[in-house]
């Protein structure tokens, strides 16, 4: 199974490059960014209370973003193998996603960072806002505590895999296809 973990902070360019790869590689993209807006527009219990977090900002609690990555694996037993975008964002999150692959016994193949500076960051974010229409993305106080939230709590998690020899970084600006062609190079070193 090719398991990915994109990374990177908010804006990165995550979401477009998952796109991208799924259609090349025949993975499922599981985006929990993706999921948990999917319970606020059908207007769940969970995506209520998440929604106070995520327009403020903060972080929404890992037992509730790994029971919905736990569901949908349960969902795609038959996969090739996942994209796992927007998540793991804590040491928590990463701890327990590696043990819910190894209950299938499976296992991440490895964690690709892509790296852009964070005024491109709030850039590409405000951009974002004007279309999307979330209110994350519109507001550059709420950009600014994500970017926190991001370097405070989720920054650590590159540390997890580099520690197991999963980690490998590129550079998140530049066109999105020469960027799709780094990311693709180091899929491959994982197929090999
Ligand atoms: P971006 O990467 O642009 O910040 P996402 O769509 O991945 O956007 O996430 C939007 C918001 O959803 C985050 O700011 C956070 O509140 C919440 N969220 C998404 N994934 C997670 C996660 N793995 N753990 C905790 N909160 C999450």
Known sequence: MLNLVLFGPP?????????????????????????????????????????????DGKLVPDAVVIGMISNKLDANKDAKGFIFDGFPRTVAQAEALD???????????GMTALEVNDDELERRLLDRGKESGRADDANPEVIRKRIKEYND???????????????????????VDDI????????????K
């Open 11 to 55: 804006g990165a360019g995550k979401g477009t490059q998952s796109k991208k790869l799924i259609d090349k590689y025949d993975l499922i993209h599981l985006s929990t960014g993706d999921l948990l807006r999917g319970e606020i527009a059908q207007g769940t219990e969970l995506g209520l209370e998440a929604k106070k977090l995520m327009d």
């Open 153 to 175: 709590k989720t920054a650590p998690v590159a540390g997890f895999y580099q520690n197991q020899n999963k980690f490998k970084n590129i550079n998140g600006v530049g066109s």
């Open 99 to 109: 043990q819910l692959l190894e209950s299938k016994q499976s296992a991440i193949s």
């Open 180 to 191: 799709f062609g780094a990311l693709v190079d180091v899929i491959e070193e994982y197929n």
